[in-house]
T-cell receptor
Framework: AQSVTQPDIHITVSEGASLELRCNYS??????LFWYVQSPGQGLQLLLK??????LVQGIKGFEAEFKRSQSSFNLRKPSVHWSDAAEYFC??????????FGPGTRLSVLP | GAGVSQSPSNKVTEKGKDVELRCDPI?????LYWYRQRLGQGLEFLIY????????KSGLPSDRFSAERTGESVSTLTIQRTQQEDSAVYLC????????????????FGSGTQLSVL
């Protein structure tokens, strides 16, 4: 069965610093990959998604993610974090005929 | 409506009571998902509908949980004989997906129902 791991439960960065959130998936073929953000008191919002083609995808709010097939990873990055980026981030995969599977999430805290 | 609508937004119930949670997906979306999110936890998959059928109900935690969908629209998640461990936010999401992978794959989430079992 497909699965998603996010090794970091909680990450703290200073405002203006760079960010990388890790995501690894388990599946035999290339899945569809997603990153969602859940801000305090807000619903889940799609940041970006990867289906095929260019392995570096751009999303909203200045986020990007890179698909690396050899590492089964889809890490999320942002060059300069803003205080408003503090939230919970979820990586998700979807495969043919199956549901979306979410990782456990990484909570991002931003120091002023 | 423009988005996924869930009702009620909050539900407080007593242990042992039955509850029904409703989800109105975006019009025309064929796929509908239910997830559970306990406090401080990730999203736990419950059940997935494609049209009115449920090809994957593997996430339902016990036979106290059931869900149905009618008219390829509204879905109801029912929890019978609620327990305190059922307390969580229940999230519904819909997608235009037809089951085959397509470039319009994307989940649109509702705001959730906060269920509290006393």
């Amino acid at each position: 069965a497909q699965s998603v791991t996010q090794p970091d439960i909680h990450i703290t960065v200073s405002e203006g610093a760079s960010l990388e959130l890790r995501c690894n998936y388990s599946y035999g073929a290339t899945p569809y990959l997603f990153w969602y953000v859940q801000s305090p008191g807000q619903g889940l919002q799609l940041l970006l998604k990867y289906f095929s083609g260019d392995t570096l995808v751009q999303g909203i709010k200045g986020f990007e993610a890179e698909f690396k097939r050899s590492q089964s990873s889809f890490n999320l990055r942002k060059p300069s974090v803003h205080w408003s980026d503090a939230a919970e981030y979820f990586c998700a995969v979807r495969n043919y005929g199956q549901n979306f599977v979410f990782g456990p999430g990484t909570r991002l805290s931003v120091l002023p | 409506g423009a988005g996924v609508s869930q009702s009620p937004s909050n539900k407080v119930t007593e242990k042992g009571k039955d509850v029904e949670l409703r989800c109105d997906p975006i019009s025309g979306h064929t796929a509908l998902y239910w997830y559970r999110q306990r406090l401080g936890q990730g999203l736990e998959f419950l059940i997935y509908f494609q049209g009115n059928s449920a090809p994957d109900k593997s996430g339902l935690p016990s036979d106290r949980f059931s869900a149905e969908r009618t008219g390829e629209s509204v879905s109801t998640l029912t929890i019978q004989r609620t327990q305190q461990e059922d307390s969580a936010v229940y999230l519904c999401a819909s997608s235009p997906s037809t089951g085959l992978l397509a470039t319009n794959e994307k989940l649109f989430f509702g705001s959730g129902t906060q269920l509290s079992v006393l």
